[in-house]
């Protein structure tokens, strides 16, 4: 672990490098010291930007989103006490798929169901997880593969020709989408109480908080209660948006004007193991005699055991850190975050790459396929060499390695790459080019 290099950084704020010292001499494990001297001091710097914006925008309560939330919340509820602030905070159980399945609910055409993302391309993009986020069991699927004339096999991993056909299928048969908004009424009464029981649809300035990356999140709950209440007042706040920020969607590192400069070193889906809570993700809500409860899946066991580390340690961090630090602007909280996050995301040493390589990880609404974030990803992992994604890319091929794709500079490192440097600059300036190429689509 490159613990000389963190303290390095952390050195131009020595407040921060001693809430540091102090917080990893009384914590056990690698885990604990990297969170000690990274995690702790980002997230910290992250939440603290949230504090004093919310403090200037007369914000008077912060509802931090589940699963991200969890760490976030903890780390906020140390500031906000020590500070003698006025805030109160709250965790809301919500998730892309319980939104999703509440939302379809208002839907009546199937213009509305793809603007609600029902057809959205993504990880994994296959017959099965599309109906799936719907909530469809599988007899139910092989219900509705008979009606629509579909006999490929619904695992299948579909590319963007044959996911389109797919969705076409679909597409034509209207009485599935009635189903699925009779289906999604009781969802969406219980969530609609759920929100209104936790104080969502109180007469107050409120910020919801999460890690990133589109606001997709706050874009489907900011729908579901739209005619409940004046979403005017509700403001959320992001480590880094992939879209253009604006003051009802707040950016802490980048947005898409200067994602360029920060994402080709930085992993988002890293970021967000950074953030693991102790529970499962929401499928839904619950109503009992002691109100609506949220319904969480089985939550995975490493991921318990790291979250209860990594959130042990960012709580001790922040309680040294507010009593050693003097105020930090923002713009330095932000270069302090870069750094830290460049120095272990992009350039991370075997041992790192082992240490977090292991989180499991899907990127997706169902959470359907859970694999390593990172691991020895063999000769694929030749892939994502900037010549060879090219002409991949020209003949319709896959520009990831089989395997290990969701942090790739881990992945480079634990396939045992040598020239390191040749595969870490190839994926760094094919994510440059790709940001810059979004970045003019925004702006014509």
Known sequence: MKIKKYKKILGDYPGLLAAADETAMKSKGKLAQVTAYVTAPVLFCYVS???????KQGIQRIYFLARDGYILKSIADVI?????????TRYLYVSRYALRNAFYFKCDTVQDFENAGF?????????????????FEECQRVEVYEKIGFTDDEKKILNDAEYNNFCTLV???KELFSDIKNRSESNYKNIIEYFRRNGLFDDKKIALVDSGWLGSVQKTLMELIRDKTDTD???GYYFGLYREKNDKYNSFLFD????????????NNLFECFCSAPHGMTTGYTVTDNGVQPITAEANSFIIEAASVQTEVAVNFAGYA??????ISVKELKKLSARLLKALMYKPDREEAEIFGVFPFCDDATEISVQPIACDSGKSIGNVLFLN???RKRKGQSIYPDKGMFWLYGSIILSGCKLVWVYRYSVRLWEKLRLLREKRKLCR
Do not use: M, W
């Open 171 to 173: 597409k034509n048969d």
């Open 119 to 135: 057809f959205g391309h993504c990880a994994v993009q296959s017959a099965e997880n599309t109906l799936k986020r719907a909530g």
């Open 256 to 267: 898409i004007s200067d994602a360029h400069k920060y994402v080709p070193t930085f992993c």
């Open 322 to 327: 507010c009593e050693s630090t003097a105020d």
């Open 233 to 235: 007042r509700i403001t």
């Open 80 to 88: 906000i006490k020590k500070r003698a602030l006025g805030i109160d």
């Open 49 to 55: 930007y949230v504090i004093e914006s919310a403090v």
């Open 389 to 391: 994604r090219i002409s």
